[in-house]
């Protein structure tokens, strides 16, 4: 049966920063030329936001060029950055260094970034955006010349075994000139593009962290709006990058998260109970006496920066936002780079120069920010206080115009095999502070039909269980935050096999980055599917 479509001049796959600033450009610019551009924003969550999660700390720069009277115009951005501090964490004592001048949040905003897309989409459905929440792109559609012509919504109500329920609903057809991948790091479409349009022929690869974070109610005493922690040092060892935040918002609420880098090499590491572990430091955890969580996630987030930048315009399509790694890791703040790249993006189509997309971005204040940072993060596989010594060299002296430039290696290759590490022992949770997955997962709203189509593919079964858990203890069981990796007895053979909670998934997309053979595939389930995260 043939397909239902939809004809739009551009189609945008994502409602994150990335994808809502593009739709809000590209009406605004179509307004100014008095020519209609018609545009679409597909969304896999149930609502705007419901899938998205970051720290935050925004920069409003972009939003500044984008909207400059947000403020009057209701955005939930009013949690100015009062105070910041970076403490180097030991076992039991915090030492306070200064803060380096990439990190100032001097004119930044704490906020919740899903809030701020909730908004964004208002503002975009005003100016005549369609947004439609709860369709997971899943097929990109190509020309008679392999252009892409724009993308296919999944089919919903599918069982597990692929028969068809009675609220079978066919997907649909988003044909466009023009089509937006914002889907985040590591989108199912995009990783598709990458093989098939070989994007990153010429760039570093892209790698990634690991944030998992929660969002707590606190007693009004220990409340300081605006305030900003950063932390690096323990509970990671000296090998691996990452660290810890703690933002304080309105409402006597705090956001507290972990970020492990990608590229750890032991695989009995657990970033779950590297966060839990976080939590309990005397510096940290006096902000959680009587306090209460409310919300829990997880995400990865792109790392590679400048030099990890791939082709970023193919016949048809555009990749912004966060799918193509535009994020500042050293300042850790990247919701105004995907603003940006979503802004140039709707600019360079509505002039019909979309081949000038890249150069301008180069160009443009996101480009020379990237580049003036790209050596900081490449420069920790030296260790974190190699890192800190070179940070401060590319900082104070070279101020990110070093005649060279550090290159990355993907993730997954990192890792070690298992009989080459130490196993590390993670004490049990106290359900007060810290928690088990299970536990977590009842705060992030995970919604899943169990009878659905799994939507975690292994494309050589007999892996998981020859090489993963043979050579490498099982790392999935570890570095999923969210528990849907499980090693457990198997009565037919007495061994073991791997079991599948698909579920549980947080869509955090780092099973399909970390693993040692690359394979496991996330792709969509069915639209709506997910976390709903609030506030987050």
């Known amino acids: 049966m043939a397909r239902e479509s939809m004809e739009f001049d551009v189609v945008i796959v994502g409602a994150g920063p990335a994808g809502l600033a593009a739709a809000i450009r590209l009406r605004q610019l179509a307004g100014q030329t008095d020519r209609d551009i018609t545009v679409c924003v597909l969304e896999k969550g149930s609502e705007v936001g419901a899938h998205i999660l970051s720290g935050a700390v925004l920069d409003p720069r972009a939003l500044d060029e984008l909207l400059p009277d947000w403020s009057v115009a209701g955005a939930p951005v009013t949690t100015a950055v009062q105070k910041e501090r970076f403490l180097f964490l030991g076992k039991q004592r915090a030492f306070s260094l200064p803060v380096p001048p990439q990190m100032h949040s001097a004119g930044t905003y704490v906020i919740s ?37 724009g993308v296919a919504t999944g089919d919903m109500g599918v069982a597990g075994g692929g028969s068809h329920k009675a609220n079978y609903q066919q997907g649909i057809e988003l044909r466009a000139r023009h089509t937006l991948f914002a889907e985040g790091c590591r989108g199912s479409l995009t990783r598709e593009l990458f093989e098939r349009c070989a994007l990153d022929a010429k760039s570093d690869p892209q790698i990634f962290g690991l944030g998992v974070k929660e969002l707590w109610d606190i007693e009004p005493a220990r409340s300081r709006p605006g305030e ?16 810890g935040f703690l933002y304080h918002l309105d ?49 990865a987030l792109s790392e590679g920066g400048y030099q990890a930048i791939p082709k970023l315009s193919f016949p048809g399509g555009l990749l912004i936002g966060d799918t193509a790694g535009f994020l500042n890791v050293p300042r850790i703040k990247g919701i105004h780079c995907a603003m940006k790249s979503g802004m140039l993006a709707a600019e360079v189509i509505a002039a019909d120069a979309t081949e000038d997309y890249a150069v301008k971005l180069r160009a443009s204040w996101l480009g020379e920010e990237l580049y003036r940072a790209r050596n900081i993060r490449p420069a920790f596989r030296w260790g974190l206080y190699g890192g800190l010594v070179y940070a401060a060299i590319d900082t104070y002296l070279l101020r990110g115009h070093a005649p060279w430039t550090l290159h990355h290696k993907p993730d997954h290759t990192h890792l070690k095999k298992a009989s080459e590490c130490k196993p590390i022992p993670y004490p049990k949770p106290d359900g007060e502070l810290t928690f088990d997955r299970s536990t977590s997962l009842s705060l992030a709203n995970i919604g899943h039909d169990e009878d659905q189509p799994v939507h975690l593919q292994l494309d050589e079964p007999e892996r998981a ?36 909670n698909a579920q549980n998934c947080v869509h955090c997309k780092t099973c399909d980055i970390k693993d040692p053979g690359q394979n496991i595939r996330w792709v969509p389930p069915e639209g709506g599917s997910g976390p709903s995260y609030p506030n987050m």
């Open 228 to 243: 900003v922690v950063h932390s690096v040092g323990w509970p990671l060892d000296r090998k691996t990058y990452g660290g």
């Open 113 to 149: 970034l899903g809030n701020l897309c909730r908004w964004l989409a208002e503002q975009a459905e005003a100016l005549g955006v369609e947004i439609f929440p709860g369709f997971a792109a899943t097929e990109v559609l190509y020309g008679e010349h392999d252009q892409v012509i």
């Open 251 to 299: 409402g006597n609420q705090v956001a507290v998260g972990f970020v492990v880098g990608l590229d750890y090499q032991n695989p009995h590491m657990s970033p779950f109970e590297e966060f839990q572990r976080f939590k309990t430091h005397p510096a940290i955890r006096d902000t959680f006496a009587g306090a209460r969580p409310v919300a829990y996630g997880a995400r």
């Open 465 to 500: 269980l020859q090489v993963n858990l043979a050579d490498y203890g099982g790392p999935e069981a570890r570095y999923c935050p969210a528990g849907v990796y499980e090693f457990v007895e198997d009565d037919e053979s007495g061994g073991q096999c791997l079991q599948i």
